[in-house]
T-cell receptor, first 118, second 112 residues
Framework: DGGITQSPKYLFRKEGQNVTLSCEQN?????MYWYRQDPGQGLRLIYY???????QKGDIAEGYSVSREKKESFPLTVTSAQKNPTAFYLC?????????????????FGSGTRLTVV | RKEVEQDPGPFNVPEGATVAFNCTYS??????FFWYRQDCRKEPKLLMS???SGNEDGRFTAQLNRASQYISLLIRDSKLSDSATYLC?????????????FGTGTRLQVFP
């Protein structure tokens, strides 16, 4: 079955440590996204990528980094510069039907990673 | 003004009730609209797209009012399993990306 897989499900980070969250999709989707969700709040966009080897900052990119070396993979690194990283992280992907025109059929989300600072 | 606004709720309704949520969006040129459902501590899942002509999927009906810039979701004959947070989602206007803008969600609690 096609889908999008995030790992690990739970992750604990020590102060000053970098950690990497994995996101893999086999849906042949062009675009991939990383969101952060805090309790009682909406989804905030961290980074997104529309094509391999290209990615753009979202609304809250500070303290995070990404790479897009393969179409299927879009890992997110939470660096020590991110001062409040405890949150629920969601990866998503979508088909890009028409370049230059915002028309899509929504996102498919992974099941998320819960990151906690200890 | 937020790009997408929703009443956070919670809406507490008995089983069998009809409940409606509204969502307003700020950019009149927004192109695509969706409702997502998010269960507690889970990922959002697409519930339905919203078309200009309105669309229905079983007990769920979505409407789009472009003139007033709002989207609605009607749930008839509520079930306990409908308890979740419902996210209103729009695409930016004339963007060259597929970024979606998410509302903060409306929480629904259906009780026996």
């Amino acid at each position: 079955d096609g889908g999008i897989t995030q790992s690990p499900k739970y992750l604990f980070r020590k102060e000053g440590q970098n950690v990497t969250l994995s996101c893999e999709q086999n849906l042949n989707h062009d675009a991939m996204y990383w969101y952060r969700q805090d309790p009682g709040q909406g989804l905030r966009l961290i980074y997104y990528s529309q094509i391999v080897n290209d990615f753009q900052k979202g609304d809250i990119a500070e303290g995070y980094s990404v790479s897009r070396e393969k179409k299927e993979s879009f890992p997110l690194t939470v660096t020590s510069a991110q001062k409040n990283p405890t949150a629920f992280y969601l990866c998503a992907s979508s088909i890009t039907l028409l370049r230059g025109y915002a028309l899509n059929y929504g996102y498919t989300f992974g099941s998320g990673t819960r990151l906690t600072v200890v | 003004r937020k790009e997408v606004e929703q009443d956070p709720g919670p809406f507490n309704v008995p089983e069998g009730a009809t409940v409606a949520f509204n969502c307003t969006y700020s950019n009149s040129a927004s192109q695509s609209f969706f409702w997502y459902r998010q269960d507690c501590r889970k990922e959002p899942k697409l519930l339905m797209s919203v078309y200009s002509s309105g669309n229905e999927d079983g007990r769920f009906t979505a409407q789009l009012n472009r003139a007033s810039q709002y989207i609605s979701l009607l749930i008839r004959d509520s079930k306990l399993s409908d308890s979740a947070t419902y996210l209103c989602v729009v695409t930016p206007a004339y963007s060259n990306t597929d970024k979606l803008i998410f509302g903060t969600g409306t929480r629904l609690q259906v009780f026996p």
